[in-house]
């Protein structure tokens, strides 16, 4: 199909959805890709896209292909948009990938306020760091600036931290009040 059409984004979505049915994930997150590229007004790419890499752990990536297709489904057009709950479903999905990015900076800010683990609140700002860095924005700046502040006075652990941040999170979510910490 795509040999016929290589540079029509309708047949390239349903390209994408026959590769994703047949377990083909990283081919149908690259053919929809394709397809934003080619036609940014393509919605149906930009869900199926957002939606993939939602599966794939990315909030960050899927916050501005969601927007898009809310701001394309509102807009007015001859064609049918979408259903009201197929948005609501999508500001949903939208809510909680910016909650589940939002989190990391929040709780590094209340690991630092409780003057807990200084390593534990730097890996929840890289970790909030990472999951924006495919968005441009104030609260990519933000986290990295907290990031960059706890790097610095953390000197050479900061290292020690990036190097097993895969585990930090979790201990960070782990860990109990210290006594007399302030609140």
């Not at 199909?1 to 309708?10: E, G, K, N, Q």
């Not at 957002?50 to 916050?63: F, H, M, R, S, V």
């Not at 929040?106 to 924006?132: K, M, P, T, V």
Request: net charge neutral; glycine share 8%.
């Amino acid at each position: 199909m795509l040999a016929l059409f290589p540079r029509d984004p309708d047949a390239m979505v349903s390209f994408g959805l026959l590769a994703q049915r047949l377990g083909h994930d990283g081919e149908a997150i690259g053919v929809w890709e394709k397809a934003v590229q080619i036609d940014p007004s393509q919605k149906n790419a930009h869900l199926y896209l957002a939606e993939a890499l939602d599966g794939k752990g990315q909030p960050a990536a899927t916050i501005p292909l969601y927007e898009a297709f809310l701001q394309m489904t509102a807009a007015p057009s001859k064609e049918r948009s979408g259903t009201p709950g197929q948005s609501i479903s999508i500001w949903i999905k939208l809510a909680d990938d910016l909650a589940q990015i939002n989190q990391w900076f929040d709780y590094g800010q209340f690991l630092r306020r409780r003057a807990q683990s200084q390593e534990h609140s730097f890996a929840c700002y890289l970790q909030a760091e990472n999951l924006l860095a495919s968005s441009a924005g104030q609260e990519l700046e933000t986290a990295r600036k907290f990031r960059e502040q706890a790097e610095s006075s953390l000197g050479g652990k900061a290292l020690l931290v990036r190097k097993d941040l895969a585990g930090y999170p979790a201990k960070a979510l782990s860990l109990t009040p210290i006594a007399g910490a302030a609140r």
